[in-house]
């Protein structure tokens, strides 16, 4: 199974600052990465995926990169609505065992 | 606009059975591939199963084979997760999501229905 880990596990942001999140794979998963960011009491939302493409509606503050092992999602200017937690995960296996980082919260300074 | 809802969450005693439903809309449902996944309270996602557009094809996480079991009525635009020999450690959030082809990110998921398991 493909284990995936998440750094920070907390990070504290201002509104306004960029945050930039990581997310480790421990084998290559390609560009085969999502991002999802859930909000308390709410479904998670896919923001990327491919490692860099932005999901329908997505704003262009997210950004994606890396590929292989390691993989970052930058927001380059918080705005209230991105206090969440983000969560990577590989679909690079098949059959699908899909898994999922555990998540980094993101939290007002 | 892409909708999926489920229904079917409870509370249901450590050994018992649960079926939880996923109604899905503003989309052709028979072209997609559908899984489950779930979130414990406080903790991470787990994917549990997959379940391929026609429902010819299916799999299972290592921690519910052989208990839980995924089909879908493509008539009825429904998928449905039946849950045996429940434990304690089953207790979550159940989401159904959508997935669109092979090696796809799940592009849409439902709200979420609760299971709780405990005597």
């Known amino acids: 199974e493909i284990v995936m880990t998440q750094s920070p596990a907390t990070l504290s942001v201002s509104p306004g600052e960029g945050a930039t999140l990581s997310c480790r794979a421990s084998q290559s998963v390609h560009s085969n990465l999502a991002w999802y960011q859930q909000k308390p009491g709410q479904a998670p939302r896919l923001l990327l995926y491919?490692?860099?493409t932005r999901a329908t509606g997505i704003p262009a503050r997210f950004s994606g990169s890396g590929s292989g092992t390691e993989f970052t999602l930058t927001i380059s200017s918080l705005q209230s609505e991105d206090f969440a937690v983000y969560y990577c995960q590989q679909y690079n296996n098949w059959p699908p065992v899909f898994t999922f980082g555990p998540g980094t919260k993101v939290d007002i300074k | 606009e892409v909708q999926l809802v489920e229904s079917g969450g409870g509370l249901v005693q450590p050994g018992g059975s649960l079926r939880l439903s996923c109604a899905a809309s503003?989309?052709?449902?028979?072209?997609?591939?559908m899984n489950w996944v779930r979130q414990s309270p406080g903790k991470g996602l787990e994917w549990l199963s997959y379940?391929?557009?026609?429902?010819?094809?299916?799999f299972y996480a290592d921690s519910v084979k052989g208990r839980f079991t995924i089909s879908r009525d493509n008539a009825k635009n429904s998928l449905y997760l039946r849950m045996n020999s429940l434990r304690a450690e089953d207790t979550a959030v159940y989401y159904c999501?959508?997935?669109?082809?092979?090696?796809?990110?799940?592009?849409?998921w439902g709200q979420g229905t609760l299971v709780t398991v405990s005597s």
């Open positions: 999501a959508r997935m669109d082809g092979y090696k796809s990110p799940l592009d849409y």
């Open positions: 503003g989309f052709t449902f028979s072209h997609y591939e």
């Open positions: 379940i391929s557009s026609s429902g010819s094809t299916i």
């Open positions: 491919g490692a860099s």
